[in-house]
């Protein structure tokens, strides 16, 4: 029997994969991204009578779902979930055939997936007709963890996240842990969403969404783009007396998460909960602050969020270049920190980072300003981090030793 939490466990990332609006795998994200493009529409799955047209990062017509028959009327969430998956495992040069007989778990964030949202089921319910259960049942089999497990004849613990936009993060890092505890032989997680007629609302209703492209850290921000997609991770153990090989990615070097309970929605202005995830995480990676060598930071472009962020980084981590990826994705919720987590992998193993999109206008009451133009940047670690709605803040290190 394997030792229990053997201190001697890294964790080693095996592969990733990613679906979004930017682009339907790593490499259309990667090469998007850097030629400054983004893919911004308006919703077109469901209709609404704003009198202003609020803008989205929609996925592409072009996806193409891979679920078996097995798995057969999901919600888009955990297709999108699965595909990313079988991404993750093709880039980790896994058959997923190679999982039987092997300890695998799944963790996997989300908000939107966890929610029952079908409006002509309501509605009929609520006028006294008998509706069909059909859309419960879709609902119920698309559990985004256990739609995995499924699709892959999968053993291990299996697990959804639900904890706001910090979601995707919080199940990188717990699966994480179930490595270094000594549960599993392999770990698949990640975090997926869809766009959302209740969460499009939602966001218009609170006054965060903006109607122009998202500008993360600019000093004329107005809010949010809801975005829509899921990114996975393939982690397994690694001894510490191993040094990165080929076949591995990177290391999972760090979790930190804390809750500052200050709001419903609103971050605490003083950032603490943020400090202490990322004290937390630079802890337990070993590493020491020179050695992050940038910052993949949550950058929703609502006014408060991009605040705090900015207070926490300039405290914690001074002088660190950072920049926002959701200028390129929108903010996917459940799947924003998986997603980060994977482009934050890239670009450590490409060494380089790209420019915060949207941004043009320095806030000067802000003590810094996100990356503006693509630079080569050598560098053994780096952190995506996440602030969540409820005060919930995750942050994760990723290093190349």
Known sequence: MKEIGTKNIRVGV??????????????????NMFAGKRNITFPTRFLTDHSVKYPVFQISDKFNSQVSPKNKDLTLTAQ???AAVYQALGNAGIDPCDLKNKRVGVCMG????????????????????NPGMDP??????????????REFDLAG????????????????????????????????AGGTDELCKVTYNGFISLMIADKDPCKPFDKKRNGLNLGEGAAALILEPVSKKTSISSHHKCFFAGYGSACDAYHLTAPKPDGQGLKKALG??????????????FINAHGTGTKDNDKVEDLALSEVLPGIPFFSTK????HTLGAAGAIEAVFTIQHLINEKIPASIGFSNKDDTLKSSPVVKAQKLSCKAAISESVAFGGNNSTLIFSRI
């Open 14 to 31: 095996l592969g990733t994969g990613c679906v979004s609006a930017l682009g339907l795998n790593i490499d259309e994200c990667m090469s």
């Open 80 to 82: 999108l979930g699965i």
């Open 110 to 129: 989300t908000t939107v997936g966890c929610a029952l949202n079908h409006d002509q089921f309501y509605i009929d319910y609520k006028q006294g007709k």
């Open 136 to 149: 419960v049942k879709r609902f119920l089999n698309s559990n985004p963890a256990a739609s995995v497990a």
């Open 157 to 188: 613990p299996v697990q959804t996240i639900v904890n706001a936009c910090a979601s995707g993060t919080d199940a990188i890092g717990i699966g994480a842990l179930w490595i270094k505890a000594g549960l599993c032989d392999l770990v698949i």
């Open 280 to 293: 937390q995480a630079i802890m337990q990676s070993g590493l020491d602050k020179s050695d992050i060598g």
């Open 327 to 330: 200028g390129y994705t929108g």
